[in-house]
């Protein structure tokens, strides 16, 4: 914050050399105010973010630019969930077939004839 202040004061006091109390007004209208802007002014990067994916993949779209503004929570990009969509899709029939299974009774109505022919 220091290094960009200092920027913006030189850049300022180049521009306009004659009034100082007008640059300095200049220079608190740029910074602040929804959209910020800074004539003449060198700017750095001062941090650099990784935003990471919660789950591996290649990325199918990629809605933002770099220098872009986004907001928390926004989705910037999609990756191909094909792959976790069959592996869902799979364990869902799985499940069902699992139910389905579990509400069958044949085994137990076997099972009772078994015993029963083995006891006599």
Do not use: W
């Amino acid at each position: 914050m220091l290094v960009t202040l200092f920027v913006l004061t030189t850049a300022l006091a180049v521009s306009v050399p004659a009034d100082q109390a007008a640059a300095q007004d200049l220079a608190e209208r740029a910074i602040t105010g929804p959209n910020p802007t800074l004539p003449h002014c060198l700017v750095t990067l001062k941090e650099e973010v990784a935003v990471p994916a919660q789950e591996p993949g290649v990325l199918v779209t990629l809605d933002v630019e770099e220098g872009s503004r986004v907001a928390p929570d926004q989705e910037i990009g999609r990756i191909d969930d094909s792959q976790p969509q069959i592996q869902r899709t799979l364990a869902e029939i799985k499940q069902s077939s699992a139910e389905e299974a579990h509400k069958n009774d044949v085994n137990i109505r076997y099972s009772k004839a078994a015993y029963l022919v083995a006891e006599q």
